[in-house]
Structures are given as C-alpha cells and as structure tokens.
C-alpha cells in the first residue's frame, strides 16, 4: 500500500508539471500570434512575470533613475495581498460568528427555520456586486463597507451548511443524550456540534471562494491598497501584464487557502466520510 501511494504522489506532480507546461507554452504562442490585436492586450508568461517582479521591488520611473517607487500604488504586491487578506479574515470571521449560531437554530427550531429560511435564500440569490452601491452610502468609502461586503458573500453558505449538518444529525442520538441527564447546552456541544463540524467546514471552504470572488467587487472603490483594487485599476490603465499577475496571485492564493481548509478539516474531522 505504501509502495502504490509513493508511486502515485510522483506521477501525480508529474502530470501537474506536464499540464502546466503545456499552458503556460500555449499561452506564449497565443501572446507572440496575432490572434489578440493590439499585443499587449496578451502579454506573454514572460512579461506578467518581470510586472510581478516590478510590483515587489524598487524600480525608477519617468525615464529616469533619480525617481523610484515602491512596488505598485506604493505598497509591495504581497502587501496588497496581505492587506486583502485581512478584509476577507474579518468578513469571514463575522460571518461565522453569526451564521453558526443562527444555522444551529435554524436546524434545531424547524418553525424558527422556515420563517428565516427564505430570506438567507435571497441573500444567497443576489450577486454581492449588487450591494456595493448602498454598503458604500451606509458606511463609507472605507474598509467597513468591503468587509460587509464580504460578510454578505460568506454568510449564506456556512449557514445554509450547519443547517444542513444539523438536520443530519439522527434525533435518536440526541434523545439518547438527553435521557441520559444531558442539558441542552450539553447537548449542542458535544453531540451537534461535532456532528455537524465537517458540514461547516464545507460551507467554510464555499464562503472563501465566495470571498475571493468578491474581493474585486470590494475593492472597487477606495481599494488600495488591496490586490482586488490594483488588478482592477491596473486593468483600466491597460497594465495589462501587471492585472494578470493580481489574478494569478488571487488564483494560487485561493488554491492555498482550500488546501490548508481541506488539511484542517481532516485533522478537526477525521470520522467524515468513515462508516
């Protein structure tokens, strides 16, 4: 079994480096064709990578060495990236602090869930780039306005998930509990609880791609610094190399965060999936 699985892990990155050599050589045949006219509409791998060097170094400007900035808009692009961070950590942060207690509820008081079911659907529903308009005329141009924002991209999944784990959870299990002389504080803490942890998990790894996809939409207005805010404003400046690598950064950071999600849930679950 261990021979199979060591075998496997080198094919694997392997076939991982095969694929991206095959994309990153169709991207710089596509980038050195005329297919996308005017060229720097496609900058080739080359050039999004020196756009992400620039955006992490010094570099001169103006055609002279006398003058020289810092990374992109003044800040490093790994700082943008830090500073994105943070607004969706906050976002998220709110959204489980008010969508795990409320799905519980709604999972445990059927009336109670049917009277608010409908409107975390609406919530749901509704593209979080429509609520940008009056978040920004209720609280500003500032952070407040993004991290609801993202409130509203991340609460809908991890509290449409807990309700879903916690009417998953068998009613035999929790009458056994309560004959045995548990309270119901006891009850949800250690019976569903832990039963529906590998549901809000799930639903944690839906609102962080939510999350991600919304940061752009965040950091339209007032985002920088913000790695959403620069790949829109380089993108209107027709820095085109330099918006790609921003969506690069946005892509690859993701991926990270679902695989560090995906190791936690195996290691605060590790009964999900097993008989």
Known sequence: MATTLSVRAPRGLLLHLLTFAVVLTAWTLV?????????????????VWDAF???????????????VVRGEEGYFLWEH???SLRRIGIGLGIAVVVGVPLGLAMGLFRSFGALLGPYVDFLRSIPPLAYIGFLVAWFGIYDTSKVWLLVLAAFPP?????????????????????TLGASQRQVITHVLLPATLPDILSGLRVAVGFAWTTVVAAELVNGLPGIGGLAY???TQNKIALSIACI????????????????????LAPWRGKA
């Open 53 to 67: 060097v620039r955006a992490n170094s010094y570099h001169p400007i103006g055609g002279g060495v006398d003058r």
């Open 81 to 83: 990236l830090v500073v």
């Open 31 to 47: 980038s050195a064709s005329d297919v996308v006219s005017p060229a720097y509409l496609a900058p080739s791998p080359l050039e």
């Open 158 to 178: 991890i509290t449409l998930a807990t309700i879903n784990g916690v009417r998953g959870v068998r009613e035999d299990q929790l009458n056994a509990v309560r």
């Open 248 to 267: 690069l950064v946005i892509g690859f950071t993701a991926i990270a965060l679902d695989a560090v999600l995906r190791i936690s849930e195996k290691t």
């Open 233 to 235: 404003l380089s993108g």
